[in-house]
């Protein structure tokens, strides 16, 4: 099993620019999150789902948007990059009430 | 609300000597408490869990924790460390009866291990 994937590695956006982060399960779960990391500093909560066609807002949901069609997808969607979303994104994906499993990360230069 | 501080940003320990990683927490329910470990540039891995059953938990490589509710602390220790054992940790808390089980991070302490 692949776990969760998170696709791209690495990008670097102009001020202004929109992109998606991918991440998909393997896992069947039904839960799913999106978290930022910021230098120096712990993970935060950006939106989470608990399966498909339901979303809803963390801690940070401020200039993100997603959504969750399937039981597998969770995209994270960047409208109008800023450089304050200059992060390392994680995706994260459990059962109801299990361990969150963590995918690799996504590091976003914005410039 | 829920929140965890760790109280230490860096500990740095010699190889094969105890390794103590601090963290207390708060919480107006009982709570779910973790430990995650993050090696540099990979995601994070989960490395124990306390929820409410013993209150000494172990976990993988080595490492466990106790929880202390006199002392709202959960620390996380080893006896002996190992070069491998460098990372970041975070100590991370769950409101239990929150149906979204969202976790709340610290801060992280960054190990260093000296040979």
């Known amino acids: 099993n692949a776990g969760v994937t998170q696709t791209p590695k690495f990008r670097i956006l102009k001020i202004g620019q929109s992109m998606t982060l991918q991440c998909t399960q393997d896992m069947n779960h039904n839960y799913m999150y999106w978290y930022r990391q910021d230098p120096g500093m712990g993970l935060k909560l950006i939106y989470y789902s608990v399966g498909a066609g339901i979303t809803d807002k963390g801690e940070v949901p401020n200039g993100y948007n997603v959504s969750r069609s399937t039981t597998e997808d969770f995209p994270l969607r960047l409208e109008l990059a800023a450089p304050s979303q200059t992060s390392v994104y994680f995706c994260?994906?459990?059962?109801?009430?299990?361990?969150?499993?963590f995918g690799p990360g996504t590091r976003l230069t914005v410039l | 609300a829920q929140s965890v501080t760790q109280l230490d940003s860096h500990v740095s320990v010699s190889e094969g000597t105890p390794v103590l990683l601090r963290c207390n927490y708060s919480s107006s329910y009982s709570p779910s408490l973790f430990w995650y470990v993050q090696h540099p540039n990979k995601g994070l891995q989960l490395l124990l869990k306390?929820?409410?059953?013993?209150?000494l938990v172990k976990g993988i490589n080595g490492f466990e924790a106790e929880f202390k509710k006199s002392e709202t602390s959960f620390h996380l220790t080893k006896p002996s460390a190992h070069m491998s054992d460098a990372a970041e940790y975070f100590c991370?808390?769950?409101?239990?009866?929150?149906?979204?089980?969202?976790?709340?991070f610290g801060s992280g302490t960054r190990l260093l291990v000296r040979p």
């Open positions: 991370v808390v769950s409101r239990s009866g929150d149906s979204s089980y969202k976790l709340i």
């Open positions: 306390y929820t409410s059953a013993a209150t």
């Open positions: 994260a994906s459990s059962r109801e009430g299990g361990t969150q499993y």
